[in-house]
Every structure is written in C-alpha cells, then in structure tokens.
C-alpha cells in the first residue's frame, strides 16, 4: 500500500510536469487554447492525487459531510446527529442536531454528488476539485483580459500548483470545501464582471448576481466583494450613475437568490439561526476555539502560501502606483485582493483560509511581475540576478505544492479506523441503535446509519436510549465500569 501511494505521487508529479512543459511549448507556438486545456488537466490531475484518501480529515471535512449525507433526506432541514439520542447543546455546532454553522449551497453540492455516486469519501471532494478545477480557466480569462495571454497561461499556471488551494479542494485544510467553493463563486462573479465590459447583456448582469448569490449561500457576506469589484470595472467606462443602477440590479439577483434561505432559517430554526448569527460576529471580536494571531498574521503567511518571492511581485505591482501608471486592472486587483486582506487582518479569529478569495488576484499579479522583468531582461543590469528571482518566482510556490500533497512519501492512503468503521455497518443492521465509546464517531455516522457518540455512557443515559427504542452497542474498552458490562441489554463490539 504505501509503495503503490509512492508510485502514484511519482506518476502523478511526472505526468503533471510533462503537462506543463507541453503546455509552455504549445503558448511559444502562441496556441492558448491548448496550452491552457493542458494547465487545466495538470491542476485537475494534481487535485484527483491528493484527494484520494479513503478517510474524512478532521476539521471540517467530518462535519460538512455528515451534514451533507442527512441533507439527502431533507434538503431543507440540515442535521448534524440526524437522531440525537442524548440531550444536546444546541449552541455546540461539533454535537447538536440542527445544524446551520454555515450556509447551505457547498452543503447541497456535496449532497448531489453523494446521490450521484454513493456515500463515499471521494465523492465528497468532487464538486470542489472539479470547480476548483475550473478556477484554472476562470484565471486565465481574467488574466488575459487585464493584461494578455502569457500573464494568463502563467497566472493559472500558479493557481493550478497552489498547495493551499489543492488542500482546501480535497478537505485537508480546515474550513476546506466551502472555502474552496467560495473562492470559485467569487472568482466567477468577477469572471463574469469581467466578460460582460465586451459583451454587454442585463443576461450577464443577471449571471454575475446569481454568482454573488452563489457566494452569499457559501460564506455569506465577504461575497459582496463581486459587487465592488464589478462597480470599479464599471465606472471606468460609464458614468457613475450607471454602474450603480446595473450593480443595483446584481445585487437584487444576488438578495433574490439568497435571503429566502436566511428568512427561512430564522423562521423554522429560530434560536439556532440567531445564535449562528451572533457566533459569526464574536468572530470579529474576539478569537474563538484557539484560531488567534497577530494583527500581520495573513501577511507573515503570505510568502508560505505563495511563494517567499511573492512579496517582491507585490511591492512591484503597488510601485506602479506610486508612479501614477495605474489602470483599471491594476485598481481592480488591487481592491480584490486588499479588501479581503484588510478586513481579516482586523477579525480578531485566524485561519489561512480565510482571504483566499482573493487569491486569483494574487496569482495574476505575481504572473504579471515575472512577465515585466522577463521582458525587460535583454542588456538591463543585474541580469543574474533577475533570472534568479524569475526561477525561484516559479520554482518556491513548486516546492511548497510537493511540502503540502507529499507525492513521494509512503503514506497509506487509508486509515484502519475508517476500515473499521465501515465494518460496523455490518455488524449492526437496525438504523434504531446507539453505539458509544465511538473514537471517531462523527465519521461513523457517516459511514454508518446509527447514532454514535464518542464516551462511555452512563447506567441513566443508557436507560434513556433504551426508553426511546433504542438497542444500545458499546465499543468494548478496559474502561467501562464492571455495573455497565453486566447490563444484559448492551451489546459490546470489539475495540
């Protein structure tokens, strides 16, 4: 098992890098379209590798799926313990029934692909490595029209190869699938923002309102970024009156789209919206569940996610400014990606997830910087030095994707406990049971169609679950109290 895992990530890694080279030689022959098809298939290939693992990672991937497997019998009613057998905190999103810790659109994916292709890890992960997939072109568009088809190709080159990105898409990374799924619509909208100033319909005005909607039904409000973004694009060619009117309409598309479901759940789920809403703000003002650091935090992991040469693209990009050459692609990247940097740096909660929205933005700067020194590298001085910095340009964010998927290290790509846990189904056939001392117990009850809690029960909460119709399982441990494993009405199950 772990040779055949180190065999892939050999395979994979040399089949990602003749991709690239293909695709370098095919944009030298100016051929985009194929160049870009073949970035995309590399980055879809790179996000396939690393989301084979045949076991749900922690924090959050569990919760979400969970989630996402109860959806399938209401789709309007999200559930963590689909049966709380117990009494429950409703205020604790790792433990109680009604569940609305976020919105419900990357939930609903992820409940579609169940359906299509069965309760499985990997189906799981497809809507986000296929859209985060499709981010790769997205770039590419946006990128080409901001500047042209060589910042593009290198542009989705660096989001294709983006640890962070790929992590998110395969639920390595906390806050992992609506994260990645959020990026996706933000980066849509502005995809979108972007193709309506040469093909100008209300159709794409429609279409860039549904995207924000999209994004608000992700992760809520940071999606109004699309709004700003796609009113700068706007002012620059038309009055400014105008762009309000037609951002008026986005936004009403968007408000159409994705306040039913808030209206909703403060109606069915009153006291768990309201606490969701109040928990989402204590974000801002106070770090919760041990997420803090200090005010530069997204910025000290700014060259860990991007490369440690990114910082020297970024003060070049911003240097235009101080030169007065700025444009509107250059002030529309700008706002991309330092609103979402800005606004997070002052959220007291940390995670590097967080202001990856603007991470397109990024990845089309840096692609612009190494095309302005390439360019200009004939007879300019420091010629070494400048094609040292394009290498590593290249060559750190590479280093970085191989830290994070480990393509060459012998790693079993399942997990015994996750065997284990599929096992169960067997051993326990009736939905109506309880099983406790569960290690992994949310993912049990993924896997599974009982209700699992990861403690050694009570003789009162044992009688509890019996009283509800209940039959009452335990995974043996050394543990459990003599006057438990005497009760005639347990069933012990081996550790």
Not at 261 to 266: A, E, K, L, T, V
Request: with cysteine; glycine share 4%; net charge positive.
């Amino acid at each position: 098992m772990n040779l055949s895992n180190q065999l892939w990530g050999i395979i994979t890694i040399i089949l990602d890098a003749s991709l690239f080279w293909f695709a370098y030689l095919t944009a030298k022959k100016e051929n985009y379209s194929l160049s870009i098809s073949l970035i995309f298939l590399a980055g879809l290939i790179l996000r396939l590798f690393a989301g084979m693992d045949y076991f749900l990672h922690p924090w959050d991937e569990t919760y979400h799926a969970l989630v996402a497997k109860n959806l399938l019998n209401h789709m309007f009613v999200p559930t963590l313990f689909e049966h709380p057998v117990l009494n429950f905190d409703y205020k604790d999103w790792t433990a109680n029934h009604i569940w609305v810790h976020k919105p419900p659109l990357s939930l609903w994916l992820i409940m579609l692909s169940l359906k299509l292709f069965g309760i499985n890890e990997i189906a799981v992960r497809l809507p986000s490595i296929i859209l985060s997939s499709i981010g790769i072109f997205l770039t590419y568009y946006i990128a080409k029209q901001f500047y042209n088809e060589k910042v593009g190709l290198l542009a989705s080159f660096f989001y294709a190869i983006n640890g962070v990105l790929i992590e998110l898409a395969t639920g390595r990374n906390p806050t992992d699938h609506p994260e990645i799924l959020f990026v996706f619509f933000i980066e849509l909208g502005i995809f979108l923002s972007v193709y309506y100033l040469k093909h100008r319909s209300l159709l794409v005005i429609i279409l860039i309102g549904l995207a924000t909607g999209c994004a608000l039904l992700t992760k809520w409000l940071p999606g109004l970024i699309i709004i700003g973004v796609l009113f700068i694009l706007l002012t620059y060619h038309e009055s400014w009156k105008q762009a309000m009117i037609k951002c008026s309409v986005a936004l009403l598309v968007a408000a159409a789209l994705a306040l039913p479901w808030q209206i909703y759940i403060f109606s069915a789920f009153p006291r768990e919206a309201a606490w969701e809403s109040y928990f989402n703000y204590r974000h801002i003002i106070e770090p919760l569940e041990g997420h803090t650091g200090s005010l530069f935090f997204h910025f000290i992991l700014f060259p860990r996610i991007f490369g440690q040469l990114a910082p020297i693209a970024l003060i070049m990009f911003f240097y235009t400014f101080y030169n007065k050459k700025y444009s509107i692609a250059t002030i529309a990247l700008t706002f991309w990606f330092l609103l979402p940097y800005l606004f997070f740096t002052y959220v007291a909660t940390k995670m590097q997830g967080y202001v990856m929205m603007s991470s397109p933005a990024i990845f089309i700067i840096i692609a612009w910087a190494f095309w302005l020194v390439k360019d200009n590298l004939k007879n300019s001085s420091y010629r070494i030095w400048k094609i040292i910095f394009l290498i590593l340009l290249i060559a750190l964010p590479v280093r970085t994707l191989i830290e994070r998927i480990k393509p060459f290290t012998k790693t079993d790509r399942s997990e015994l406990w996750a065997v284990r846990l599929r096992e169960l189904n067997l051993q326990i056939p009736q939905s109506n049971a309880v099983v406790f001392n569960v290690q992994h117990n949310i993912e049990a009850m993924f896997y599974c169609n009982f209700t699992a809690y990861p403690f050694i029960p009570s003789n009162d909460q044992i009688l509890q679950s019996i009283l509800k119709g209940y039959s009452v399982y335990i995974i043996d441990s050394p543990s459990i109290p003599a006057e438990i494993r005497n009760n005639n009405k347990i069933t012990f199950l081996k550790n």
